[in-house]
Nanobody, 119 residues
Framework: VQLVESGGGLVQAGRSLGLSCAAS????????MGWYRQAPGKQRELVAI???????NYADSVKGRFTISRDNAKNTVYLQMNSLKPEDTAVYYC??????????????WGRGTQVTVSS
């Protein structure tokens, strides 16, 4: 399974940006799919995640500003980021939990996309 992110870039504070991540390859069943981020000098942290049945979990720092959505038919997850702040600057990574035909769960990561918010 490969995860490819798109949509990162440079944006001014207060503006919006959308990310997308498409999974490809031999896909049987993707359970949770979501986004993490890592700022320079900091640990990677959860941003938002959505299970296959629609349950979501957000980091407190993005609640009310970011929205995760998902198209299961396209194996794609989206992140709409509004009211961006300079502290949202980070590399954003897509993450997916894949369960194969044998029930084996493997976690996958994308390569990341840079989001930079200028003040």
């Amino acid at each position: 399974v490969q995860l490819v992110e798109s949509g990162g870039g440079l944006v001014q504070a207060g503006r919006s940006l959308g990310l997308s991540c498409a999974a490809s390859g031999t896909i049987f069943n993707i359970d949770a799919m979501g986004w993490y981020r890592q700022a320079p000098g900091k640990q990677r942290e959860l941003v938002a995640i959505m299970t296959s049945d629609g349950n979501t979990n957000y980091a407190d720092s993005v609640k009310g500003r970011f929205t995760i959505s998902r198209d299961n038919a396209k194996n794609t997850v989206y992140l709409q980021m509004n009211s961006l702040k300079p502290e949202d600057t980070a590399v954003y990574y897509c993450n997916a939990d894949h369960i194969d035909l044998l029930g084996i769960r493997i976690n996958y990561w994308g390569r990341g996309t840079q989001v930079t918010v200028s003040s």
